[in-house]
C-alpha cells in the first residue's frame, strides 16, 4: 500500500458515510491523516482533517468527508507532523565562481529530508543572502532560511578561521561597523564566536574569545537594527560571557557547567547542543590521537548536556550541517534522545521550541490555524521512536506539495 495517497474529493460521488452536518471547509488542500502530533501536548490526535487555504492552515478538526467541496484535494497520510526547523546549519558556505547559486543542491536535500525552516549561521560572501533570495524567487526548492552573515569573532578565533576573516574585530568600533554592514546586507540574525573549537574539546574549559563586554556591545548594536545574536560557545567561561552578554542562543555548549546551567534558566536563554555531529565526526576519524580527543569531548558533551536536559535548560534542535550531510537533520533526534529527552521533547524541540528561537512572528512549528502550512508525513511511530523522522514521505512548504 503507497504510504501516501492523493485523490480529489467529488461529494456527488462518495459512498463513504457522512458524519454530522457542517459548514462547508474552504480550503484548496485538506490533509486528512490517520493521526496528527500535537507537539504542544506530545500527544497523538487521531483521524484528523487539515484544512490549507494559500499558505496557511485554516481548519484542524475531525475528519468529516462531507465538509470537503467537491474538487478540492484531498492527501491520504498516515502520521502527520508539522515541517522540521533545524536552528542551525551551513547551507550557503560561500560564493561560487561558476554562477551557479552556492547551496542549492544541499538546500532541496534538506527541504526534501522534511525541514522547512532552518538558521543558517554563517556564510562568506553573503551567500546565505543569496540563496535565501533564490529560495524565496522559487529558482531554487528549499527550506524557509534565516541567515546570518559570517561569524563575528576575534582574530585566530573559530569564527575568524571559519569565516575567511571577514568577520574579524578587534575593538568595539570594529564590532559595531561590521554589525551594521551585515545589516545592510539584510542578515536576519548575527552570529558571533566567543570561544571554543568547531569541535568540542577539554582545552575549551578556559578559552574566551569575546568577553562580555564586547558580547554587549556587539547585542546593542544587533538591536538597533532588530536582529538578535547567536553565540558558538563551547566552554563554561565562553558560555558565560554569551548569556551574560545578552545572547539569545548558545551554539553547541558543549561544555556547560551548573553555573552556565543557572544562567541560561535565568535569561531564558537556549541551548542549540548540535550533538549528532561529533559521532558523525567520529564515524570518520581513523584511530589514533585526532580521534582520542574527538571522543573525549564527546563524552563530555554528552554528559554536560544531560545535565543541563535534567535541569530543564531550553533547548532547541540543532545540527550545524554541513559538519554533517545535508538532509541528515533529523538525525539529532536521536541524540537529544539519548540525553535524556523523550521523543516528545526530542520533536518539540526540532519544531515549536526552535520555530520560537528563530522566527517567532512567523508562525511555524505547529499544525492550528493561522500557522503557515508546514507539513511532513512519516511512517512508523515518532513518539516512541524518533528514527521515524528519517523516512519522510510527504513534505509540504508554505501550502505547495514538494514532496509526495
Given amino acids: 500500500m503507497r504510504a501516501v495517497t492523493v485523490l480529489v474529493a467529488v461529494l456527488g460521488c462518495s459512498s463513504a458515510p457522512r458524519g454530522p452536518a457542517g459548514s462547508p471547509l474552504e480550503a484548496n488542500i485538506v490533509v486528512h491523516a490517520r493521526r496528527m502530533v500535537d507537539v504542544a501536548r506530545g500527544a497523538y490526535v487521531d483521524d484528523v482533517a487539515i484544512a490549507i487555504l494559500g499558505n496557511r492552515i485554516v481548519h484542524v478538526g475531525r ?7 467537491s474538487g478540492v484535494r484531498v492527501v491520504e497520510l498516515d502520521t502527520v507532523l508539522p515541517g522540521l526547523v533545524d536552528a542551525h546549519v551551513h547551507l550557503a558556505g560561500g560564493a561560487t565562481t561558476d554562477g551557479s547559486i552556492p547551496g542549492a543542491a544541499d538546500a532541496e536535500k534538506t ?5 522547512t525552516t532552518v538558521r543558517d549561521l554563517g556564510s562568506t560572501d553573503n551567500a546565505g543572502v543569496a540563496l535565501r533570495g533564490a529560495i524565496i524567487n522559487g529558482a531554487v526548492r528549499g527550506p524557509r532560511m534565516i541567515v546570518a552573515g559570517a561569524g563575528i569573532g576575534a582574530a585566530g578565533g573559530a569564527c575568524d578561521q571559519v569565516f575567511g576573516q571577514q568577520g574579524r574585530i578587534a575593538t568595539p568600533e570594529d564590532a559595531v561597523r561590521v554589525v551594521d554592514e551585515q545589516a545592510a546586507a539584510h542578515v536576519d540574525v ?3 564566536c566567543t570561544g571554543g573549537g568547531v569541535l568540542p574539546r577539554a582545552a575549551d574549559a578556559d578559552i574566551v574569545e569575546l568577553d562580555e563586554a564586547m558580547v554587549r556591545v556587539i547585542v546593542e548594536a544587533a538591536r538597533k537594527h532588530g536582529l538578535r545574536v547567536a553565540a558558538h560557545a563551547e566552554g ?3 558560555i558565560a560571557a554569551a548569556i551574560r552578554g545578552g545572547a539569545v542562543s548558545i551554539e553547541h555548549g558543549a561544555l556547560v557547567d551548573a553555573d552556565n546551567i543557572a544562567d541560561l534558566k535565568r535569561h531564558g536563554t537556549v541551548l542549540v547542543p548540535t550533538l549528532y555531529r561529533i559521532d558523525f565526526t567520529l564515524a570518520q576519524l581513523p584511530d589514533g590521537p585526532r580521534k582520542a580527543v574527538v571522543a573525549e569531548g564527546r563524552a563530555l558533551a554528552f554528559s554536560r548536556v544531560r545535565a543541563a536536559v535534567a535541569a530543564g535548560v531550553p533547548i532547541a534542535m540543532g545540527t550545524d550541517a554541513t559538519v554533517i550531510p545535508h538532509g541528515d537533520n533529523a538525525r539529532e533526534l536521536g541524540a537529544l534522545v539519548e540525553v535524556g529527552m523523550t521523543p516528545a521533547a526530542a520533536i518539540r524541540a526540532a519544531t515549536l521550541d526552535a520555530a520560537a528561537l528563530v522566527a517567532p512572528q512567523l508562525g511555524i512549528g505547529e499544525i492550528a490555524p493561522a500557522r503557515q ?3 511532513i508525513g512519516v511512517r512508523g511511530d515518532p513518539l516512541a521512536d524518533v528514527a521515524a523522522l528519517r523516512d519522510v514521505v510527504f513534505v509540504m512548504k508554505d501550502g505547495a506539495i514538494v514532496r509526495e
Avoid: M
Avoid at 527541504?111 to 525541514?115: E, I, Y
Fill in 63 to 69: 475528519w468529516e468527508l462531507s465538509r470537503v467541496p
Fill in 111 to 115: 527541504l526534501r529530508a522534511g525541514v
Fill in 190 to 192: 548575527i552570529k558571533i
Fill in 236 to 238: 563554561p567561561r565562553a
Fill in 373 to 375: 502550512a508546514d507539513l
